[in-house]
């Protein structure tokens, strides 16, 4: 049974010769003369490959050259250059016999070996039948159904096209030792392409092999928790918030997964929460627009931004700081929305004194920057009409003209967070205070 995390392959050995290569390796060192201090020396080896076919993979052609390199260095390295030289054709054959036999999987067509001070050794290998001539590559994991397209897209894209460039036209002999390489290479492939994520490689050598590919996160920093926050300028937070449980239900694909692979893909969480939120039955119902924001941590937190298409409500507290400054207020609004255009109702409570002020009027958006309304007070003798420029998402200006009391009142209003807003009024009347404006 295999260990979690290990291929089913071990990892390569480099080839060892047999018995009688080295016997044949050690013959020729004894019967070598001693050399004398002051001939050339071979100093080092210059190998060239080359292999029938083409197309040998990188990491089996370096360890092919590895080989090929040790036996050159155990004949070659150290020894008497005008001592070798008579021997050459008797080298080669040896040379020709040893590497014959510790590659296995293929068969030396031809060896030359040029003494010298670097010597330089010309090895033709052939690939010995039969050879890989299909490979089956099966990416499995076990991340969630929604996100696992996140993980198999990229396996498809670049995992599998490498997996059949490494294992096409090797002979099926070689991958007793060639395999363990493949697989580590797979590995870093796997891992380069799927940030947090590792490769378990399991080969069923043959002519038509099938590599099954399981892909597993690796790192600690996983997404452990996840925290909904709301974010509305339409609807009432408290109201929001009863949906919580619901909303962090939906976010479940993303529970496991790595931090570093989350956040590369974030975009793509976003979207697929976005398309989970808009089947969210009360989204459907009240026509709410809704967009996810995701911070990606091991602990992570989604801030739902919902806007309502037909109703505009708010719950806001008022406290005003100053003076000629009026009561504290509660305030309720409910809108309804038909285009640019919100017919509304208000409830303000003055808990002070008990006291309340009920009005309704509209409001028109006149484009993203620029609303006009009216408030008409159904309780006391009371019209106003006002005007709001937004400078930006956070600060606004509005100017208000009280009908019946002939007077005017100004105010900049800055957005601190979706919750509190500061605000500074100031009246014709030459009175000035300062307004704190929490959403709730």
Do not use: C, K
């Not at 071979?42 to 090929?68: H, K, M, S």
């Not at 490498?162 to 294992?167: E, K, T």
């Not at 997964?257 to 893909?265: M, Q, S, T």
């Not at 974030?266 to 924001?293: K, N």
Request: proline residues 8%.
């Amino acid at each position: 049974m295999d260990q979690p995390g290990s291929p089913i392959l071990a990892r390569a050995r480099r080839p060892r010769p047999p018995a009688a290569a080295r016997a044949l390796i050690l013959t020729l060192l004894l019967a070598a003369p001693v050399a004398a201090a002051s001939g050339v020396m071979v100093q080092t080896i210059d190998v060239r490959l080359a292999v029938d076919g083409g197309g040998t993979p990188q990491v089996v052609r370096a360890r092919l050259l590895e080989t090929v390199g040790t036996v050159a260095q155990r004949l070659l390295l150290g020894r008497p250059v005008d001592q070798l030289r008579p021997t050459q054709a008797q080298l080669q054959s040896t040379f020709l016999t040893v590497v014959d036999r510790v590659i296995s999987g293929y068969s030396v067509v031809d060896a030359r070996i040029e003494v010298g001070a670097t010597a330089v050794v010309t090895l033709r290998l052939r690939p010995d039948p039969p050879v890989i001539h299909t490979v089956e590559v099966v990416p499995r994991t076990a991340v969630h159904p929604a996100v696992a397209p996140l993980v198999l897209g990229p396996a498809e894209q670049i995992l599998i096209p490498a997996v059949r460039a490494l294992f096409l036209g090797l002979p099926v002999e070689a991958l007793d030792w060639a395999a363990p390489l493949i697989v580590d290479e797979v590995r870093r492939t796997a891992e380069d392409a799927l940030p947090g994520f590792t490769a378990v490689v399991r080969v069923r050598p043959a002519a038509y092999s099938r590599v099954e590919i399981e892909l597993l996160t690796r790192e600690g920093r996983v997404v452990r928790d996840i925290g909904v926050r709301f974010r509305s300028g339409s609807i009432p937070t408290l109201l929001l918030e009863q949906h919580a449980p619901a909303v962090l239900s939906l976010t479940e694909p993303i529970r496991g997964l790595p931090v570093v692979f989350a956040e590369r893909h974030r975009a793509a969480l976003e979207r697929l929460l976005e398309e989970r939120l808009r089947a969210y039955p009360p989204v459907a119902q009240y026509h709410i627009v809704v967009r996810p924001v995701l911070h990606v941590a091991e602990t992570t937190y989604l801030t739902v931004v919902a806007d309502s298409l037909l109703y505009l409500g708010r719950v806001e507290a008022e406290v005003n700081l100053g003076r000629p400054a009026p009561a504290p207020e509660l305030r309720f609004h409910l809108g309804r929305l038909i285009g640019s255009l919100e017919i509304f109702g208000e409830v303000a409570l003055v808990p002070n004194t008990l006291s309340g002020r009920y009005d309704v009027g509209f409001r028109y958006r006149v484009n993203e920057t620029l609303d006009v309304g009216t408030n008409i007070t159904l309780n006391a003798v009371g019209t106003t009409g006002w005007v709001i420029y937004r400078l930006n998402p956070d600060l606004s200006l509005r100017a208000a003209y009280e009908i019946h009391q002939r007077r005017f009142e100004g105010s900049v209003r800055h957005r601190f967070s979706a919750f509190l807003s500061g605000e500074l009024v100031g009246t014709s009347g030459g009175e000035y205070w300062i307004r704190l404006i929490s959403n709730l």
